[in-house]
């Protein structure tokens, strides 16, 4: 989905991230490994300490909240914008057309 956006898109400036698609696909690299550092141990390797991975998870919501209210946010931005070049009242022919102050002098 990422890549799609991307490849839509190209760059998603909003508010203070340079580029909020670049931002989610930094994110899902933190929640691949927080995912994966549950289950995930190498023979010989230590593993991470509880207190490391908790820390590393929390960050990782957090920031992952914050990047959905902000991908929320523009994309109600976006859609509201759409709905104002769509929808813009067509002048009537039925409705008659006020005179010009310079018309009425």
Same mark, same amino acid.
């Given at each position: 989905?990422?890549?799609?956006?991307?490849?839509? *898109?190209?760059?998603?400036?909003?508010?203070?991230?340079? *580029?909020?698609?670049? =931002?989610?696909?930094?994110?899902?690299? *933190?929640?691949?490994?927080? =995912?994966?550092?549950?289950?995930?141990?190498?023979?010989? *390797?230590?593993?991470?300490?509880?207190?490391?991975?908790?820390?590393? =998870?929390?960050?990782?919501?957090?920031?992952?909240?914050?990047?959905?209210?902000?991908?929320?946010?523009?994309?109600?931005?976006?859609?509201?914008?759409?709905?104002?070049?769509?929808?813009? =009242?067509?002048?009537?022919?039925?409705?008659?057309?006020?005179?010009?102050?310079?018309?009425?002098?």
């Amino acid at each position: 989905m990422i890549q799609e956006w991307k490849r839509r *898109d190209e760059k998603v400036p909003y508010k203070t991230r340079e *580029d909020l698609i670049d =931002a989610v696909r930094l994110w899902s690299y *933190d929640r691949n490994e927080c =995912a994966h550092g549950l289950v995930k141990s190498r023979p010989g *390797d230590p593993t991470t300490s509880v207190e490391e991975f908790t820390k590393k =998870a929390s960050n990782c919501a957090v920031n992952g909240k914050q990047l959905a209210r902000d991908i929320c946010s523009w994309t109600q931005s976006k859609k509201s914008k759409i709905r104002k070049t769509k929808v813009q =009242a067509p002048e009537s022919i039925d409705t008659p057309t006020q005179p010009a102050c310079s018309d009425l002098i």
